[in-house]
């Protein structure tokens, strides 16, 4: 009895020690959020103001189709370094249940019962980087310069932020969460404008 004691003493001293060993203590939820996806993607089409640097500001159509169902959103960045810009609503009548429910998994957040609709959701931003490369790790760096604008967007007075890249010449685009605790206010804010 004594033996087994010591036995039991030394195997949760070794877990306790190397928390990267899985344990039956592991729950559900901890596996579910190590197995989020990094980042949720969608293709990108300029809908006003050309490129990037061009004048005034650019809008971009963000469209994103997964089990036969599309979701489409706009967004605004002025040509600045850092600023206001918005989330719209796109006017086509699209179902973004599927959208909400892989943000919500991405950001570590929740699709809310209710919000009070907007047609219009200003953020801030902060460019981080313009003409940057992407690397497989999914990190961007800007040598060699690339095609990819990566920008830090802002919501709920700055309380919930999450990261913006745009690849225009690929027509790419893509959310990645900032921090994890901050994904339910950000999908309370971004549902403002999706869920109808």
């Not at 190397?18 to 039956?24: E, H, K, L, Q, S």
């Not at 600023?83 to 249940?97: I, Q, Y």
């Not at 801030?124 to 003409?131: M, P, Q, R």
Request: with cysteine; net charge positive; glycine share 10%.
């Amino acid at each position: 009895m004594k033996r087994t004691c010591r036995i039991a003493a030394a195997v949760i001293v070794c877990l306790a020690l190397c928390p990267g060993v899985p344990y039956a203590g592991d729950t559900k939820a901890e596996k579910k959020k190590a197995e989020a996806p990094d980042a949720v993607s969608f293709g990108v089409e300029i809908v006003s103001g050309g490129t990037r640097w061009g004048p005034a500001e650019t809008t971009w159509r963000m469209s994103y189709t997964k089990d036969k169902k599309t979701a489409t959103f706009r967004i605004t960045l002025p040509h600045k370094a850092l600023g206001k810009g918005s989330f719209t609503r796109d006017e086509k009548k699209k179902d973004a249940t599927v959208l909400l429910g892989d943000l919500a998994t991405t950001l570590r957040g929740k699709v809310p019962d209710t919000v009070d609709q907007v047609d219009e959701l200003p953020v801030t931003f902060y460019v981080l980087g313009d003409n940057m490369t992407k690397t497989k790790t999914g990190s961007f760096k800007a040598e060699p310069a690339g095609d990819w604008l990566a920008v830090k967007i802002f919501v709920a007075k700055d309380h919930g932020e999450f990261y913006l890249n745009i690849n225009e010449k690929e027509g790419k685009g893509e959310i990645r969460m900032k921090d994890p605790e901050q994904g339910v206010v950000v999908m309370g804010e971004l549902a403002k404008v999706l869920l109808r």
